[in-house]
């Protein structure tokens, strides 16, 4: 009989072509004559007699054959060995990492690869070491095991199977296919139940020519081990901190070389005779009216200390408020229970009454005292003055006024902006902000809403960050002992240099920096919490 089944197809050969073997190849069929295969019973039934008869088998459209282990269906009551239909089984990729090929050999092995003449040849595939050769060995073909009985006796040995023979001078001639001994009339039936493999050899058409080159194709250790994945780094905002580091290197030396080129371009336009002029006419200070007190009375370095030390604290609470996202305590005041804030905001709104309430005595006195005709521009030369003592600051040749006795344009037009226009612009948008503002006045909402309040608080904030840098900064490269002998210790003369070498005024900014470091490190939960019971509950939720 003929049986015919279907072929399972593959990957292409190819790249873009059809998968392999193409769909005309059919089922490989196979068309004995005869009583055909080899039949190996892996049940351990008894041998089988052996028969003379004949067998063919066709290629599969003329492509390259190979050896195909094949596998019958159960047979057919009667037992007759033709009625097996057979399928072609073959050996794919592991089921299990490093697991061998699916379906195992013990369930295909009706073959046995060994060096012969005769037979068909064996596919090569990858080397089994690295650099090795293809396996298996060039000189190996198939051989399907037979298996014969003696007749009558019941439990004989089978007879051998195929033995290896050796090979032929011409590895490349076409291989004769080996015969196969198919089951007689006589040969007793497989035991019910029993599982048996059919091998069919198929001839090759055309010779297999070896491999022009050694191949040298070989695994790489990214093929058995995959590398680790590195654990994400620590973002600090947008950036890591290696990032955080270029950026602050490459803007450092950005801003420096700008700083150069600015320095380069104001002194070649201070060596114009235009420009000399003009700094003789403005020299960077004006007289103040003949009312206004020279010196600067202690009074004012107290308010000086007192406005930095609530200053600092309160850019550092209003920076915790802005990014915390889940506080860790809150605060409830006792007059309103309904009313609850995070402790974090609680000290910036408390830091912002004492600031406010330092900053109305320093007004009140200033007023009082006339020294309020220091900062406040008294004349419209003020402006020209301050472009004068900008031009001298940028060139790096700095104004020689003495500021014991006045200030220069400059300095007074941003002592003016900080007291006048800063301070009141923090206190009205940090109000609007604050849980003391009506929430029910519809109209007074309407006519100033939350959003102009918070688009305005952080840039007046950033502008006070700005001033205390550039201030400090211009203290120390201006003459530094003076400056904070003024300041600090009200220590000072109509003579420039008179207290150019006294570091008093030195070692009190020194302790109230440390009052000021101290100050920061306390403003923590564990030192608030206790403050703020005084005025209210504290609790975690």
């Not at 004559?33 to 066709?58: E, F, K, R, S």
């Not at 380069?264 to 700094?279: E, G, I, K, P, T």
């Not at 007190?293 to 200053?311: C, D, E, S, T, Y």
């Not at 850019?315 to 915790?320: H, K, N, T, Y």
Request: hydrophobic letters at 50%; aromatic letters at 10%; one cysteine or more.
């Amino acid at each position: 009989m003929t049986d015919a089944r279907s072929l399972r197809r593959g990957l292409p050969r190819t790249p873009g072509g059809d998968p392999w073997p193409p769909a005309g190849a059919g089922a490989g069929v196979v068309a004995p004559q005869g009583p055909i295969a080899a039949t190996h019973d892996l049940a351990g039934a008894g041998a089988v007699g052996d028969a003379a008869a004949d067998g063919a088998a066709l290629p599969l459209d003329g492509h390259p054959p190979r050896t195909q282990v094949v596998a019958p269906h159960a047979a057919a009551a009667a037992g007759d060995p033709e009625d097996i239909g057979v399928r072609v089984v073959r050996r794919g990729l592991p089921r299990a990492a490093g697991g061998e090929p699916w379906p195992p050999s013990s369930a295909v092995g009706a073959t046995d690869v060994a060096p012969a003449a005769s037979g068909a040849r064996v596919r090569r595939g990858l080397p089994r070491v690295a650099a090795g050769e293809p396996w298996p060995p060039a000189d190996t073909v198939s051989v399907p095991r037979t298996r014969g009985a003696a007749a009558g006796a019941a439990g004989a040995a089978p007879d051998e199977t195929c033995a290896p023979v050796q090979p032929t001078a011409d590895a490349t001639e076409p291989v004769e296919p080996a015969a196969v001994e198919p089951v007689g009339a006589a040969s007793a039936p497989a035991s019910a139940g029993s599982l048996e493999l059919v091998a069919v050899v198929v001839a090759p058409s055309v010779p297999r020519v070896p491999l022009p080159f050694e191949p040298t194709v070989v695994a790489g250790r990214y093929a058995f081990a995959r590398p680790a994945t590195r654990p994400e780094p620590k973002r600090y905002g947008p950036f890591t901190r290696g990032q955080w580091a270029g950026a602050v290197v490459v803007a450092g030396a950005g801003m420096l070389f700008a700083a150069a080129m600015v320095v380069l371009a104001v002194r070649w336009l201070l060596s114009l005779d235009a420009l000399q002029d003009f700094l003789a006419a403005y020299p960077g200070e004006y007289h103040l009216p003949e009312t206004a007190p020279v010196g600067i009375p202690a009074w004012i370095g107290w308010q000086h200390f007192f406005n930095v030390f609530l200053m600092v604290l309160i850019i550092r609470s209003g920076l915790q408020v802005r990014r915390e996202k889940r506080p860790g305590a809150f605060w409830t005041p006792r007059w309103n229970r309904k009313r609850k804030m995070s402790l974090a905001l609680w000290f910036h709104q408390s830091l912002d009454i004492l600031w406010l309430v330092n900053g109305v005595v320093f007004v009140v006195l200033l007023f009082v005292t006339g020294q309020w005709m220091r900062i406040v521009p008294t004349s419209w030369e003020v402006f020209p003055n301050a472009l004068s003592a900008a031009l001298q600051y940028a060139s790096l040749d700095w104004p020689t006024e003495n500021g014991w006795v006045n200030y220069n344009g400059l300095q007074q037009l941003a002592y003016f902006t900080t007291v006048f226009v800063a301070a009141p612009l923090a206190t009205i948008t940090g109000v609007r902000m604050s849980g003391i503002w009506p929430k029910k006045a519809t109209t007074l909402n309407r006519i100033y809403p939350i959003e102009w309040a918070r688009a305005v608080h952080f840039p007046v904030m950033i502008y006070f960050v700005v001033f205390i840098i550039v201030h400090v900064a211009l203290v120390f490269a201006t003459g530094a002992l003076r400056n904070l002998n003024h300041m600090y210790a009200a220590q000072g003369s109509v003579d420039p240099g008179a207290y150019a070498a006294n570091w008093g005024g030195f070692w009190i900014f020194v302790g109230s920096m440390a009052v000021i470091v101290a100050g920061w490190v306390a403003a923590r939960p564990l030192v608030l919490a206790p403050i703020a019971r005084l005025f209210g509950t504290v609790s975690g939720r």
